[in-house]
């Protein structure tokens, strides 16, 4: 046989054992908190069609989508993100259903990439999404769902960094920018390229007044006092309600008691296009990038026929666990499997005794010993320790 077939392929891996344990019991803290809020488990396929997931949607890049080929020839991609499968979802089963939605989640996400970098191909991501409400309590709601999560899944040492994509947008259509400029100069200053985005806006022409100003998002973040900061620098009506909206969230955020674990940054917009309004990250130690994404898409069920609002969240929970072993953060597993041995003439009684360590609660597992069985030398080696 083969060695290779011992192997996964490049970005996946296997998890099994304490490991394994230890994941499926923060996995069950999330799924705990979330459905403290009222949230109704959903569950959407592994592989969609391409056009969920199209340009046009504003989802991940085409190029680092798995595509494959059904026996009829449409175009099919396993799931890289799971808000468009869940608006789509909503849209088909919910279009008459004016209240809001409240639906969670749990599945592996699959992203192609070349640059690794250390990362995953495939990811558990286990998130929340709000549909058919448009209020600013609803985002507070979610950014305190988050902070509740990560507490009670083992962190305590993490920041929650909230921005507004309307901000940015209103400060480009000040300045005359065209759509593809604008979503060039947002990978620039999302990736906090001052030289990039410095050289687009100068060939781009863009007056100089407002070329500063676009430059200086990227250095928007900070407490409060950045918000009040990014007001004073902006006359046009789409930033200013960004700003207002932002210090609304931010007082709701104070009457749920987790305004602790928040900050601002006005200059973090989302590779995701269908964002329509707060954004927000979280952050924590050990781990390089966000271990939660979300925020507003008000315009993304209308692609599947369904006019609502929305919001939503994902945390990305492989890199929890990461984060909580790196911070040494002890997590309960269960206890470990009793091992009741039996032989040809005691059979019933060991049955017996398993069944009772069952009834119980407790794991056990019946294992064969006698006639030079090779649990035989297991055994000695037990009780030699």
Same mark, same amino acid.
């Given at each position: 046989?083969?060695? $290779?077939?011992?192997h996964t392929p490049?970005?996946?891996?296997?998890?099994?054992?304490? #490991?394994?344990?230890?994941?499926?019991?923060?996995?069950?803290?999330?799924?705990?908190?979330?459905?403290?809020?009222?949230?109704?488990?959903?569950?959407?396929?592994?592989?969609?069609?391409? *056009?969920?997931?199209?340009? &046009? /949607?504003?989802?991940?890049?085409?190029? &680092?989508?798995?595509?494959?080929? *059904?026996?009829?020839?449409?175009?099919?991609?396993?799931?890289?993100?799971?808000?468009? %499968? /869940?608006?789509?979802?909503?849209?088909?089963?919910?279009? #008459?259903?004016?209240?809001?939605? +409240?639906?969670?989640?749990? @599945?592996?996400?699959?992203?192609?990439?070349?640059?690794?970098?250390?990362?995953?191909?495939?990811?558990?991501?286990?998130?929340?999404?709000?549909?058919?409400?448009?209020?600013? #309590?609803?985002?507070?709601?979610?950014?305190?769902?988050?902070?509740?999560?990560?507490?009670?899944?083992?962190?305590?040492?993490?920041?929650?960094?909230?921005?507004d994509v309307e901000?940015?947008? @209103?400060?480009?259509?000040?300045?005359?920018? *065209?759509?593809?400029?604008?979503?060039? !100069? +947002? %990978?620039?200053?999302? @990736?906090?390229?001052?030289? =990039?985005?410095?050289?687009?806006?100068?060939?781009?022409?863009?007056?100089?007044?407002?070329? %500063?100003?676009?430059?200086?998002?990227?250095?928007?973040?900070?407490?409060?006092?950045?918000?009040?900061?990014?007001?004073?620098?902006?006359?046009?009506?789409?930033?200013?309600?960004?700003?207002? +909206?932002?210090?609304?969230?931010?007082?709701?955020?104070? !009457?749920?008691?987790?305004?602790?674990?928040?900050?601002?940054?006005? @200059?973090?917009?989302?590779?995701?296009?269908?964002?329509?309004?707060? /954004?927000?990250?979280?952050?924590?130690?050990?781990?390089g990038e966000a271990?939660?994404?979300?925020?507003?898409?008000?315009?993304?069920? $209308?692609?599947?026929?369904?006019?609502?609002?929305?919001?939503?969240?994902? /945390?990305?929970? *492989?890199?929890?666990?990461?984060?909580?072993?790196? $911070?040494?953060?002890?997590?309960?597993?269960?206890?470990?499997?009793?091992?009741?041995?039996?032989?040809?003439?005691?059979?019933?009684?060991?049955?017996?005794?398993?069944?009772?360590?069952? %009834? #119980?609660?407790?794991?056990?597992?019946?294992?064969?010993?006698?006639?030079?069985?090779?649990?035989?030398? &297991?055994?000695?080696?037990? =009780?030699? +320790?």
């Amino acid at each position: 046989m083969s060695q $290779q077939l011992l192997h996964t392929p490049e970005g996946v891996r296997d998890i099994y054992g304490k #490991e394994y344990a230890e994941k499926f019991h923060v996995e069950q803290q999330l799924r705990e908190c979330i459905r403290l809020y009222g949230y109704e488990d959903i569950q959407t396929p592994t592989f969609e069609f391409f *056009d969920v997931f199209s340009k &046009e /949607i504003g989802t991940t890049p085409s190029k &680092e989508l798995y595509k494959f080929f *059904d026996k009829e020839g449409n175009t099919l991609v396993l799931r890289p993100d799971f808000t468009p %499968s /869940i608006a789509r979802c909503a849209a088909k089963y919910f279009s #008459e259903k004016k209240h809001p939605l +409240r639906f969670s989640y749990i @599945g592996n996400t699959f992203t192609n990439t070349s640059n690794l970098q250390g990362k995953l191909k495939e990811v558990t991501q286990l998130g929340a999404e709000l549909i058919g409400d448009s209020g600013v #309590e609803a985002d507070a709601e979610m950014i305190c769902m988050v902070i509740k999560a990560l507490l009670r899944a083992g962190l305590n040492r993490f920041q929650v960094a909230i921005g507004d994509v309307e901000y940015f947008k @209103g400060l480009c259509e000040e300045a005359g920018l *065209d759509e593809d400029t604008e979503l060039e !100069l +947002r %990978s620039f200053i999302s @990736g906090k390229n001052y030289f =990039g985005a410095q050289e687009l806006l100068a060939e781009s022409n863009v007056a100089k007044p407002y070329q %500063s100003r676009l430059l200086k998002v990227a250095d928007m973040f900070g407490d409060m006092g950045s918000l009040a900061g990014a007001g004073a620098m902006v006359e046009n009506t789409r930033s200013l309600a960004a700003v207002h +909206r932002l210090e609304k969230l931010y007082s709701l955020l104070q !009457l749920y008691g987790v305004e602790s674990y928040v900050s601002f940054d006005l @200059g973090m917009l989302s590779k995701y296009r269908y964002y329509t309004g707060m /954004i927000f990250k979280a952050y924590t130690y050990g781990v390089g990038e966000a271990v939660v994404k979300g925020g507003r898409y008000d315009r993304l069920l $209308q692609q599947f026929g369904k006019d609502a609002p929305a919001v939503g969240f994902v /945390i990305v929970v *492989d890199s929890i666990m990461e984060a909580l072993s790196r $911070q040494n953060v002890r997590l309960p597993v269960p206890d470990e499997i009793r091992k009741v041995y039996y032989d040809a003439g005691n059979y019933a009684e060991k049955l017996a005794e398993a069944r009772k360590l069952r %009834s #119980e609660g407790i794991a056990a597992v019946l294992l064969p010993v006698g006639n030079g069985h090779p649990l035989e030398r &297991e055994i000695s080696k037990e =009780g030699a +320790r």
